[in-house]
């Protein structure tokens, strides 16, 4: 472990005050918003999408912030309102609402009020304070929260306001996630506004993240970072494919050592779920932590054993392995509208991946063997849906 003098520049949601190799997608952003004063009519509403780990959430919040600061630079009467949501683990729309109306009174339950009465609430509470707003919905996945309702309220306020209440002053709102995340978001809204097309990004190229590591360092400990340091934390990252979230992850688990919860000891070789590595880091990469369709899954996971030189998993297998990780509690399979026959799986994490009690599958295991007890093979016909809490075969 190293001396950090400032850790709070290691955690997850620590602002960086510039975006490192990410310049060029914040004034596009930013082009777009066209603070304090658009041209184009409301709703003002930008997404930014990228695989995990290539700074959506860094570009979306840094250009609410400049919002803010162009906003104040022209001498407006009030400040604005800055208000930022992560929506990976809210339950569906009226989880948004009531974490948005929470910003003005920490005291809100919304249990027990249906989400339109809450967003028409959000925006009452707007309109009388006046003040100009910008919101970031973050870590928008496939799987996370519906955010339709959120997003027409916000487009359209005149539609949730009591008849004679009309008007509100300026909203920026920023949607940062992945582009099938944000996709599903805006689909039932984009008949009315635009929102369309999104601020893309792809992952940093390996010059980037080295960056990215040096310059957390050096904020953290105020020195430069051990080179062999930075090279061992980027081959890592790169090599699990997650990019500049796992790399900070890394560094602060350098830095601050692991931090354990509870002072149980070092968990029983019997408590651990035999699995092989790359189905984690591949459900980890997918996923953003949150949620990712089964397919894409297995798509990663093909990904990481070409870089390894092996061959992927037969699906079969793979399967076998994500019943696993559910029975041990640390995932959920639900069925969701969308692909063939109507429907879909989508592998949602209930803990962190970095809480998993993991081994690697001992030598040896037949392929073919059930953890049941018997053999397991996809029927023949359309596999029949499961219950929302199991899994079964995948839908191809």
């Given amino acids: 472990m190293f001396l950090a003098t400032n850790p709070e520049v290691l955690a997850n949601d620590w602002l960086p005050p510039l975006t490192l190799a990410r310049e060029r997608e914040l004034q596009d952003v930013l ?51 800055t208000i930022a949501v992560r929506t990976a683990f809210l339950r569906g729309a009226h989880g948004v609402a009531t974490s948005l109306l929470q910003r003005f009174d920490d005291g809100f339950d919304g249990r027990g009020f249906p989400t339109a009465e809450i967003l028409a609430g959000l925006l ?37 306001l009591p008849e004679g209440e009309s008007g509100l002053p300026p909203i920026w709102t920023l949607l940062a996630g992945s582009a099938e995340g944000l996709s599903t978001a805006v689909a039932e809204v984009e008949g009315h506004f635009p929102v369309r097309p999104f601020v893309e990004l792809r992952m940093y190229p390996e010059p980037s993240l080295r960056a990215i590591v040096r310059d957390r360092f050096e904020r953290a400990c105020g020195r430069p970072p051990p080179p062999e340091l930075v090279g061992r934390i980027v081959a890592r990252s790169i090599e699990d494919g997650l990019g500049a979230r796992r790399a900070i992850d890394l560094l602060r688990k350098e830095v601050l050592g692991r931090v354990r919860s509870d002072d149980r000891g070092p968990p029983r070789r019997s408590d651990r779920i035999p699995i092989e590595p790359r189905i984690v880091r591949a459900i980890g990469a997918a996923s953003q932590g949150v949620s990712a369709p089964l397919a894409e899954i297995r798509r990663v996971e093909a990904v990481i054993a070409a870089r390894q030189g092996v061959r992927p998993l037969p699906t079969t297998t793979l399967w076998r392995r994500l019943v696993r990780l559910e029975r041990a509690g640390y995932v959920r399979r639900e069925i969701r509208t969308g692909g063939s026959g109507g429907t879909r799986s989508v592998l949602r994490l209930l803990s962190p991946i ?43």
Avoid: K, N, Y
């Fill in 31 to 81: 082009r777009r918003l066209d603070p304090p004063s658009p041209q184009a009519p409301p709703p003002w509403i930008v997404g930014v999408a990228g695989p995990s780990g290539s700074g959506t959430s860094t570009v979306a919040r840094r250009a609410g912030r400049e919002v803010v600061e162009r906003i104040r630079s022209a001498g407006g009467p009030v400040l604005p309102h």
């Fill in 124 to 160: 009452r509470r707007l309109r009388r304070e006046g003040r100009p707003t910008v919101i970031v919905l973050d870590d928008v996945g496939v799987g996370g929260a519906e955010l339709g309702p959120v997003l027409r309220a916000l487009g359209e306020p005149d539609r949730f």
């Fill in 354 to 396: 970095d809480e998993w009690i993991t081994a690697p599958v001992p030598t040896g295991t037949p392929p073919a063997f059930d953890d049941a007890g018997g053999s397991w093979a996809p029927a023949a016909g359309p596999a029949e849906p499961r219950g929302p809490g199991m899994i079964g075969p995948p839908e191809e």
